[in-house]
């Protein structure tokens, strides 16, 4: 958050303001209680803290918080909060400087030179970026967090100090201005909070969540607060009398046990009760019950007795344990009816699982000893972050990375089997391409087709808990654009992309490549000059006339129709004759005689098999067997189009130079789409029969549209088929026509508006 007074000269300048002496005790203060929970260090460790805290109290010198404090309170705060981890004294001196950079003007250098790499590079990647970089707030916030959570996929410190700044920033929220509130606490909740949740930090998840709702809906929160002072009140010999109970069971089976009692958060109560629209009196769970026992098996053996002396309410147990949860939290949660009829709810968890139930990847530092607890923290949060540079080098845009790591923040997960056995978790409403990227990124660009429990499902079922999913691949199968429709995770959406991007660059070349030759032909040379060192100075000429970095880049620009093969030929070959080589009048007489054919020596053969460098129009649906043309679209590839089509007249009368020659191929490798008009009488089962007679017809329905007119005698059904060229059309129209209850049936077409 920043001071409300200006940021003053750079740390280490002549000052003239001298900080209030009750100022400078009152910070003096507040870092001799750091300095007290600084016992974990060594001496040389605790010296450095020392050496930060001077630097940055120098770096902040008059600067005051919004509630009058000196603003060096504000990092001695969150080193404190640090503590609480155990963090190290590199840690420790990137939270006493954090804002150093941000706002005093100490550069990267300087800290390195005082305090090392390490924390110099904590500090950096705790800094905002300059405002002045971007366009727009939401752009600047998208790169800042980008900026972050890479930072802390390299070094997890830099999230823990993170939220050690945000929580105590949530914590004097009432110093700032209230049109501030609403702002920071919806940030704090989007992002912040479920950082927290999914590292694993429950103690601070808990209270953002609570201090953001506090100055979120503040009406709210102190009308909830005195509703469950209230009810704790009322309930207080209830609860004794459930711990009685407790107590006395586990003394008789002699168990040794821990008993805490644990109550919900305000926040989750009060989203239980706008979500479920519930009332105050019906949220029944507000009180629990934590039993820390010493072994795996002394969870189940406590649940069994907890069953014995109250009666578990259906569909409410939850086994952690054996699959826990995506941040590696593990417990044996069960909710039992209590006295008077009032709901418990028991959590039975290990002292180690306990440790990162409260601290997550914090449990690295705090509980050496626990090495098979944090162990596994650690290996989850290591995995989830690895995701995160894993989409950072496929994804360059910041807002879309952000839009990948927010459904990965996603806290609710279901756990799904691979066909050997092994757990894996995967977000709420994730679907088998999900699946398919989370096991390798092979698997999901070849993925092809896929068994839940054994059974044939479409790639975008969404997955349940408990299913075994298969995926089955093939070496010819790719990515389809369509999956992005429905992937969930950011690691499918980002590899997808990525995928794509590279295929369509790909093709994008080698277009370009056939329109380069071809409009050179038409001047008078054979092929293009190879790219070697004896043509280097050929192109790089051409380069520099173009603008490109490389032939590459020239000829992927040639093929989206951001630049016009003929200029670009013009100069070519005219740099190609500056070196000597003659053009060949008779290849560039029969090449300019034949172009305004569609069917040129030099033309485009089209298959079918280009994906995204070739578009086929939707205004015409060009078919093998018509007349057609290409249009070089301006970045958007090469557009097909009947030549007949209005829209491709028009362009054409406007645009004629990106007009290029193309031609079907002998052998097509798939079917088109094309539109069709079926006027019938109206009647029972007439869609049925027309369907019928397309699937006799061996054609697919892709679309269908009925119109939203009331039913006449009269009706006009629109389908969008697929057909292998003109021929099959013909012969589907003649099946339609030979069909009862059809009067017409004929191809959609728009030349009719071509004189328009």
Excluded at 464 to 477: F, H, L, R, Y
């Amino acid at each position: 958050m920043r001071p409300a007074m200006p940021s003053p000269p750079k740390a280490g300048s002549s000052r003239s303001k001298v900080l209030d002496p009750a100022a400078a005790n009152a910070a003096a203060a507040s870092f001799a209680v750091l300095e007290a929970q600084l016992g974990y260090l060594t001496e040389a460790e605790t010296d450095m803290v020392r050496r930060a805290y001077k630097f940055a109290d120098e770096a902040h010198l008059g600067q005051m918080r919004k509630s009058g404090e000196p603003y060096i309170t504000h990092p001695i705060a969150v080193a404190g909060l640090c503590t609480e981890w155990k963090l190290d004294a590199q840690a420790l001196a990137a939270a006493l400087l954090h804002d150093a950079m941000e706002d005093c003007g100490v550069t990267k250098i300087e800290l390195i030179e005082r305090f090392g790499s390490p924390v110099a590079e904590l500090v950096d990647g705790l800094t905002k970026l300059d405002k002045l970089e971007f366009n727009t707030r939401e752009e600047n916030q998208a790169e800042s967090f980008r900026k972050m959570l890479l930072a802390m996929a390299r070094d997890v410190r830099v999230i823990l100090i993170k939220l050690a700044d945000r929580t105590h920033n949530m914590r004097t929220m009432s110093d700032m201005p209230r049109s501030k509130w609403g702002r920071i606490a919806s940030e704090t909740l989007e992002i912040y909070a479920p950082i927290a949740h999914r590292l694993g930090l429950n103690q601070i998840y808990r209270e953002l969540q609570d201090l953001s709702f506090k100055h979120q809906l503040p009406w709210r929160y102190a009308v909830l607060t005195k509703a469950v002072s209230r009810a704790r009140n009322r309930r207080r010999d209830l609860i004794q009398k459930v711990q009685a109970d407790v107590e006395a069971v586990f003394a008789q089976a002699k168990m040794e046990v821990r008993i805490s009692g644990r109550e919900k958060t305000l926040y989750s109560i009060y989203k239980k009760m706008d979500e479920k629209h519930l009332s105050f009196a019906q949220v029944t769970d507000i009180y629990g019950f934590r039993v820390i026992v010493p072994s795996v098996i002394d969870c189940y053996t406590a649940l069994g007795w907890l069953h014995q002396i109250y009666k578990p309410v259906p569909g409410k147990f939850k086994d952690h344990i054996a699959i826990a949860k995506v941040n590696g939290y593990q417990s044996l949660h069960t909710t039992l009816v209590g006295p008077s009829g009032v709901n418990v709810e028991f959590q039975m968890r290990t002292e180690a699982m306990h440790l990162v139930a409260e601290s997550g990847v914090a449990a690295h530092w705090l509980y050496k000893e626990h090495e098979s607890a944090n162990a596994q923290s650690e290996r989850l949060s290591t995995q989830w972050l690895q995701s995160l540079l894993d989409i950072q080098t496929e994804t360059r845009d910041a807002a879309e990375f952000w839009d990948h790591v927010k459904v990965d923040l996603f806290p609710d997960a279901v756990y799904v089997f691979t066909p050997k056995s092994q757990i894996m978790a995967m977000p709420r409403g994730a679907t088998v391409v999900d699946f398919a990227y989370a096991i390798h990124s092979r698997v999901g660009d070849h993925a092809m087709a896929a068994r839940i429990n054994g059974d044939q499902v479409p790639l975008r079922t969404e997955l349940k808990n408990g299913d075994v999913v298969e995926v089955i691949t093939a070496p010819v199968s790719a990515p389809n654009p369509a999956w992005l429709g429905f992937v969930r995770t950011g690691r499918a959406r980002s590899k997808i992309r990525h995928h794509l991007k590279t295929m369509a660059q790909t093709e994008s070349v080698e277009l370009g490549e056939k329109l380069l030759s071809q409009a050179l032909r038409a001047e008078g040379i054979d092929k293009l000059p190879a790219d070697d060192a004896g043509n280097q100075a050929i192109w790089e000429k051409l380069l520099r006339f173009t603008g490109n970095r490389n032939l590459s880049d020239l000829l992927m620009d040639i093929g989206l129709g951001k630049r016009i093969a003929t200029i670009v030929a013009k100069r070519l070959a005219g740099l190609l004759s500056e070196g000597g080589q003659k053009p060949d009048a008779l290849l560039m007489t029969r090449e300019r005689f034949t172009a305004h054919e569609s069917v040129s020596q030099g033309a485009i053969t089209l298959d079918g098999s280009e994906n995204a460098s070739v578009v086929y129009s939707r205004c015409c649906r060009p078919l093998p067997g018509d007349d057609i043309v290409g249009y070089l679209g301006r970045g958007e590839g090469l557009a097909v189009h009947a030549r007949d089509c209005a829209i491709a007249r028009k362009l054409e009368h406007k645009d004629s130079e990106r007009f290029i020659g193309v031609e079907w191929s002998d052998e097509l490798t798939r079917s088109f789409e094309t539109a069709i008009n079926v006027t019938v009488i109206n009647g029972k089962g007439v869609l049925a029969r027309v369907a019928g007679a397309l699937a006799s017809a061996e054609t697919d329905i892709v679309h269908v549209d009925m119109g939203n007119e009331s039913p006449q005698d009269m009706a006009e059904l629109k389908f969008v088929i697929t057909v292998r060229d003109t021929a099959h059309l013909d012969q589907v129209l003649r099946h339609l026509k030979r069909t009862p209850s059809v009067v017409k049936a004929e191809r959609q077409t728009n030349q009719a508006n071509a004189a328009g």
